[in-house]
């Protein structure tokens, strides 16, 4: 039966063009009979034909370039894996991580990966706010610090405990979480600092 | 494959600086309407192109570098996403962290009626929306980025348009 009920789950796929033949003649006999259906299509295809006239390009406020350059390691990574890996590890104050790769012979694990990229983007947002130029209100400032304090003193426990027990996947599981709340409220912080400034 | 391209997978910063002033705008647009956030897209506009630099050695030249690069920055934004959505295994910072989104709550700064309603979107039907009705993804290869199940997908897509349609009064 074309009831409206029945009829309205399939325009979202009418719209498309998803329908076989004769779904698609069951959805136009109840548009001929139905304005209701009939607005709801029309309002649909605008909102379409306007989501695919969106422009393809937004040029970024700023120049992002000096964010992405200090990060650029001499070569891409697929001739000198390890050897990039281990540059990437040696600015990261843990040892244990290195000597945990140094025994293996697959791809970087998710720790290693995520050390590496922590190291670099942790680096440059605490510069930014070691340097004052966040913008952040003070009050604002003083609770990102604070928290900060709190990450980091997680962080040295979970990299105490992980290089007494390399083998437990459960305190790696912790660390890689700290790395990410550290790099989260980073981010967090740099992004609040533009609206505040 | 251009010379460009080329010559930056052999190590030339100078040639891939040049493919990020060719593509920033391109993919700085998919971060931010993804995001929402402009500090947000900034940050993973820069977090893909270091990603796209790593891995520029897996690029064959099969497809355009513009649509190779398009996929890393939806695979490097949604994985960004889903690991910002992992919180089981969190801190507890302090009580008034949240000074900081009341910071960044400021108005979406993207212009048009469309896109302040696409940027006011609950996070998932967003990014569904934006893949499939603005990028043109189809719903199995959305899935297989975002990590959900087809149907999610469809179902994500039919809410934001009825949520859409709701907000721009059609």
Same mark, same amino acid.
């Given at each position: 039966?074309?009831?409206?009920? =029945?009829?309205?789950?399939?325009?979202? =796929?009418?719209? =498309?063009?998803?329908?076989?033949?004769?779904?698609?003649?069951?959805?136009? !006999?109840?548009?001929?009979?139905?304005?209701?259906?009939?607005?709801?299509?029309?309002?649909?295809?605008?909102?379409?034909?306007?989501?695919?006239?969106?422009?393809?390009?937004?040029?970024?406020?700023?120049?992002?370039?000096?964010?992405i350059a200090?990060r650029l390691a001499?070569?891409?990574?697929?001739?000198?894996?390890?050897?990039?890996?281990?540059?990437?590890?040696?600015?990261?104050?843990?040892?244990?991580? !290195?000597?945990?790769?140094?025994?293996?012979?697959?791809?970087?694990?998710?720790?290693?990966?995520?050390?590496?990229?922590?190291?670099?983007?942790?680096?440059?947002?605490?510069?930014?706010?070691?340097?004052?130029?966040?913008?952040?209100?003070?009050?604002?400032?003083?609770?990102?610090?604070?928290?900060?304090?709190?990450?980091?003193?997680?962080?040295?426990?979970?990299?105490? !405990?992980?290089?007494? =027990?390399?083998?437990?996947?459960?305190?790696?599981?912790?660390?890689?979480?700290?790395?990410?709340?550290?790099?989260?409220?980073?981010?967090?912080?740099?992004?609040?600092?533009?609206?505040?400034? | 494959?251009?010379?460009?391209?080329? $010559?930056?997978?052999?190590?030339?910063q100078?040639?891939?600086?040049?493919?990020?002033?060719?593509?920033?705008?391109?993919?700085?647009?998919?971060?931010?309407?993804?995001?929402?956030? $402009?500090?947000?897209?900034?940050?993973?506009?820069?977090?893909?192109?270091v990603?796209?630099w790593?891995?520029?050695?897996?690029?064959?030249?099969?497809?355009?570098?513009?649509?190779?690069?398009?996929?890393?920055?939806?695979?490097?934004?949604?994985?960004?996403?889903?690991?910002?959505?992992?919180?089981?295994? $969190?801190?507890?910072?302090?009580?008034?962290?949240?000074?900081?989104?009341?910071?960044?709550?400021?108005?979406?700064?993207?212009?048009?009626?469309?896109?302040?309603?696409?940027?006011?979107?609950?996070?998932?039907?967003?990014?569904?929306?934006?893949?499939?009705?603005?990028?043109?993804?189809?719903?199995?290869?959305?899935?297989?980025?975002?990590?959900?199940?087809?149907?999610?997908?469809?179902?994500?897509?039919?809410?934001?348009?009825?949520?859409?349609?709701?907000?721009?009064? $059609?």
């Amino acid at each position: 039966m074309n009831n409206h009920t =029945d009829i309205l789950p399939l325009l979202d =796929d009418y719209a =498309d063009g998803g329908l076989d033949p004769a779904a698609r003649a069951r959805v136009e !006999a109840h548009l001929a009979s139905c304005a209701a259906c009939r607005a709801e299509v029309a309002a649909l295809a605008a909102i379409l034909a306007e989501a695919r006239a969106l422009p393809r390009t937004i040029e970024p406020g700023r120049d992002l370039w000096p964010g992405i350059a200090p990060r650029l390691a001499a070569r891409p990574a697929r001739r000198l894996p390890w050897l990039q890996l281990a540059a990437a590890l040696a600015l990261f104050a843990g040892g244990f991580a !290195a000597a945990r790769l140094g025994q293996k012979d697959g791809p970087p694990t998710r720790l290693a990966t995520l050390q590496a990229e922590y190291t670099a983007a942790s680096t440059e947002l605490a510069h930014r706010l070691a340097g004052g130029s966040t913008g952040l209100a003070p009050e604002t400032r003083r609770v990102v610090d604070r928290n900060l304090e709190i990450i980091d003193q997680a962080i040295r426990e979970a990299e105490a !405990a992980l290089a007494g =027990d390399p083998a437990n996947g459960a305190l790696e599981q912790m660390l890689v979480a700290r790395y990410e709340q550290r790099l989260e409220l980073l981010r967090r912080a740099t992004a609040a600092g533009r609206q505040e400034s | 494959m251009t010379d460009t391209v080329r $010559r930056a997978q052999d190590g030339d910063q100078a040639a891939f600086h040049a493919l990020y002033q060719a593509h920033v705008g391109r993919v700085f647009a998919l971060c931010l309407r993804l995001s929402g956030d $402009r500090g947000e897209a900034e940050e993973h506009t820069q977090d893909v192109f270091v990603r796209a630099w790593q891995r520029l050695g897996s690029f064959r030249g099969d497809s355009a570098f513009s649509t190779w690069l398009h996929r890393l920055t939806v695979n490097e934004v949604l994985q960004a996403r889903r690991s910002a959505g992992r919180r089981s295994n $969190r801190l507890t910072l302090t009580d008034d962290d949240a000074i900081l989104d009341r910071a960044v709550a400021a108005p979406t700064p993207l212009a048009g009626d469309l896109e302040q309603a696409i940027g006011r979107l609950p996070p998932g039907a967003r990014a569904v929306f934006l893949l499939h009705d603005v990028e043109g993804y189809q719903h199995d290869e959305i899935a297989r980025m975002s990590g959900i199940a087809e149907g999610t997908s469809k179902a994500q897509l039919h809410r934001a348009r009825r949520l859409l349609r709701e907000a721009l009064g $059609r």
